[in-house]
């Protein structure tokens, strides 16, 4: 079977599309969102996506199902949140662990299930890392731009912790995302870094991030150009871009990832931007359109879905892949 390496080679990959838009569909209440013995829980948690790997993992599953169905090549895991920090806002951070691994788990048997039914084309599940919700560059408090929430330490702790489990959930690759603070994200490829010498293997590392605003710059001031050096000591299978805008606000970004990227590049953009009521409306022949553009430019290697993304997104994002080469990895001196 071959790697996601010579398959990257071959073709543009199809990355899934949104995770939180498909669990808003399903309509669940509270009770949907408390594991088996949390019945009582002192905190609400609906809207704590990651605990349905645990209270309804069939919905979890079929999700998965649903963006292989339409033909994404790799899956995300249900993680987006599923760190100690993350969790500790819902007083969850005892089950960090078994979110990851049984997200794992989910994901894994989805990808089992396709890649029985077609081995020739093998899918690969990515372990989705989020950039959790403290930030080691910015202040939560206007009054004292020298305070911190959470130190570079806490937040390795953390995410090593995540990563562990992940991998022994069976991820194929790890994806860093939607990184609007490069101190956490240096955090995160450390942790992974960490846990790799310490398991003595390694997977694929891929990275996202997300410029927030038509200034171009990460949320805690970075460009893209400065990003992309920040994060050249990480030996990475793909850098990309994904959320906060959409495909025709993204353009003048991957542009310059795609130019100066030394590995494999990504995109995954969420569907135009959001409404006065916050509903993504692009269609998905349009969110293809555009990320075609990219396609025909030679600017990607990996195309996929974020925010009101769903399986006709990636269904026509997968049609119009077939069409189009991977971009060239760059010969370096």
Not at 112 to 119: E, F, I, S, V
Not at 163 to 170: I, M, N, Y
Request: net charge negative; hydrophobic share 40%; with cysteine.
């Amino acid at each position: 079977m071959k790697t996601i390496e010579q398959l990257a080679e071959e073709r543009i990959l199809v990355l899934d599309g949104a995770m939180g838009t498909m669990i808003q569909r399903l309509g669940l209440t509270e009770e949907d969102f408390h594991p088996k013995g949390m019945e009582e829980h002192p905190i609400l948690l609906k809207g704590n996506n990651e605990l349905l790997s645990l209270s309804r993992p069939e919905a979890i599953r079929l999700i998965h199902e649903q963006y292989l169905e339409a033909g994404a090549d790799i899956v995300e895991t249900n993680t987006f949140s599923a760190t100690s920090i993350a969790q500790g806002e819902h007083q969850c951070e005892p089950l960090v662990r078994e979110l990851n691994v049984r997200s794992a788990q989910l994901a894994k048997e989805a990808c089992a299930k396709y890649t029985a039914l077609d081995p020739s084309r093998p899918r690969f599940v990515a372990g989705a890392i989020g950039p959790m919700n403290k930030t080691a560059s910015l202040s939560p408090d206007v009054n004292d731009p020298g305070y911190r929430a959470v130190t570079f330490d806490d937040l390795v702790k953390a995410y090593s912790e995540q990563v562990d489990a992940l991998l022994d959930g069976g991820v194929d690759l790890l994806l860093v995302e939607t990184i609007f603070d490069t101190l956490n994200a240096k955090a995160a490829f450390y942790a992974i870094e960490e846990v790799f010498e310490k398991r003595g293997t390694r997977v694929p590392l891929m990275c996202s991030v997300t410029i927030t605003d038509a200034s171009g710059r990460t949320l805690s001031g970075q460009t893209i150009d400065a990003f992309l050096i920040s994060m050249a000591h990480v030996p990475l299978f793909s850098m990309g871009l994904n959320c906060a805008l959409g495909a025709a606000q993204m353009r003048p970004y991957l542009e310059v990832i795609a130019e100066q990227a030394t590995c494999r590049t990504s995109v995954y953009p969420n569907a135009g931007l959001p409404d006065q009521m916050g509903e993504y409306r692009e269609s998905p022949e349009v969110t293809a359109k555009l990320v075609g553009e990219f396609m025909a430019s030679g600017w990607v290697n990996v195309v996929g879905g974020c925010c009101g993304t769903t399986p006709p997104h990636i269904a026509a994002l997968a049609a119009e892949a077939k069409k189009h080469k991977p971009r060239p990895l760059p010969v370096l001196a």
